[in-house]
Each structure stands twice: as structure tokens, then as C-alpha cells.
């Protein structure tokens, strides 16, 4: 469980502290170019979902947050037993980015509503304001900033529901711990069979089925003839 641990912990402080420089230095909406018009630091903040996707105003915040608890919380005993299985490294590898992703919004969405005044267009935040944040528990929203607007243009008249409307690819603004969760993602999709190919191969046995091998095992070992058929008894 070491190793996971410190990649765990690495990813959290890269997130935390991109987020907390963002956060002190930037207002909402300021941008600037790291290569060009292709990849840009853009502040924005969402009140959901990863990748500045929303879900139902102030009581969904409330009920994803608290879901993203429970989920991050069964992803990390789903990672301690595997680690105790001794796994393949890159399953491992793959659940402790995808928990460290979700304990890195979590921590926004619970606690920065209380550490930050809030963010405007305007001016920045301020660490532990003496008025106090600018939310309760668990309604902090999410700092997101990395922007890829790699594709640019416009969707034909003709194009369905969007015609004439701008096109943007990679639209969506994220962060380090939104990365951590789709790379996370990806790996486990490109090499599910070779992670699960031995679970599903193998035949699962009740426990009295085991004991009834075992005891064939053992017989057949102290009396080699009798697991013979009778032909070969009679030639020996």
C-alpha cells in the first residue's frame, strides 16, 4: 500500500496547490496562453460535476457530494484489497488515480466554501477571510482551469440542433484531479481483459466443493492404485 499512497499523495498536493495558486492569484474568467490558443489557464469554477459540468443547483451539490464521499470510500477499500491480493501494478495503478481525482474534488467541494471568500470577476480570493467563506460545508464549488481549445469552428446551417452555432474541441475547463480520474478511466478500459483475465477464467468453488478436492487429493496421494482403473491393479 506504500506505493500507491505517495502517488495518491503526489497527485493531491499537485492539485491542491495548482488550485490554491489559481485561486489567490486569478480572477474568475482571467486566462493566459501557455501555447497559444491551444492549450490556456482559464479560472473557472463549477458547483457539479467534473469537467465544469453542473447537476441540480444547491441540494444536487449536496447529495454529489456527499455521493462522491461514499464512492471515493469504497474505491479506497476496493484499492486496499487488491493491494492485499497483490494485483497486477497497473490495476493498482489505475484505482489509486481515480481515488486520488475524487478525493481532490471532494476536498473542494467540502471545504473550500469555508476557506475562501469567493472568487469574482473583479478581484481574487482570500485565504481564511476574517468574514468568514462564502459557502457552508459541502458547498464549495470546484476550481478548474486547464483549457485545451484545440478545434475551432462553426457547425454548418444544416448540422442538427447546433447549425450555425461555434464549435470548440476540447471545450470542457478541468483540473489536475479531473485528469487523474479520466487517465484512471482509460487505463482500466484499454486493459480490462488482461486485469480481470484470470478472475474470469478461473472456476468459482464453494468452500465445501474445495474441502472435497482436497480430500480426493489427499487420498489419491497416500493410495496411488486405488485412482487407478481396475485393469491397471490387475497388471500390477
Known amino acids: 500500500m506504500r506505493k500507491p499512497a505517495i502517488l495518491i499523495i503526489l497527485i493531491l498536493l499537485v492539485d491542491q496547490i495548482s488550485k490554491f495558486w489559481i485561486k489567490t492569484n486569478m480572477t474568475l474568467a482571467q486566462e493566459f496562453k501557455v501555447l497559444g490558443d491551444w492549450f ?21 451539490k449536496l447529495i454529489l457530494t456527499l455521493f462522491r464521499i461514499v464512492a471515493a470510500t469504497l474505491i479506497l477499500v476496493y484499492l486496499y484489497r487488491l493491494t492485499q ?18 478525493v481532490g474534488n471532494i476536498i473542494d467541494s467540502v471545504f473550500y466554501g469555508l476557506l475562501f471568500s469567493s472568487s469574482t ?36 446551417s444544416w448540422f442538427p440542433f447546433w447549425g450555425g452555432q461555434d464549435f470548440i474541441f476540447f471545450r470542457p475547463v478541468f483540473n489536475v484531479a479531473d485528469s487523474a480520474i479520466s487517465i484512471g478511466v482509460f487505463i482500466l478500459i484499454i486493459f480490462q481483459r488482461k486485469f ?3 478472475t474470469q477464467e478461473e472456476p468459482i468453488m464453494s468452500e465445501s466443493q474445495e474441502e472435497t478436492q482436497e480430500q480426493i487429493i489427499e487420498e489419491n496421494t497416500e493410495n496411488p492404485k486405488e485412482s487407478y482403473p481396475d485393469t491397471l491393479k490387475n497388471d500390477t
Not at 42 to 59: I, P, Q
Not at 124 to 132: Q, S, T, V, Y
Open 85 to 102: 491480493r497483490r494485483e497486477h501494478t497497473l490495476l493498482i495503478f489505475s484505482i489509486s488515480l481515480i481515488f486520488a481525482g475524487a
Open 196 to 198: 480481470f483475465k484470470e
Open 121 to 156: 470577476f473583479f478581484e481574487a480570493a482570500r485565504f481564511l477571510p476574517e468574514e468568514g467563506g462564502y459557502a457552508a460545508i459541502f458547498h464549495g464549488r470546484v476550481v478548474d482551469m486547464f483549457y485545451f481549445p484545440i478545434i475551432k469552428g462553426h457547425y454548418p
Open 40 to 60: 490556456i489557464i482559464h479560472f473557472t469554477e463549477n458547483y457539479g460535476m467534473a469537467f465544469g459540468l453542473e447537476f441540480a443547483g444547491e441540494s444536487g
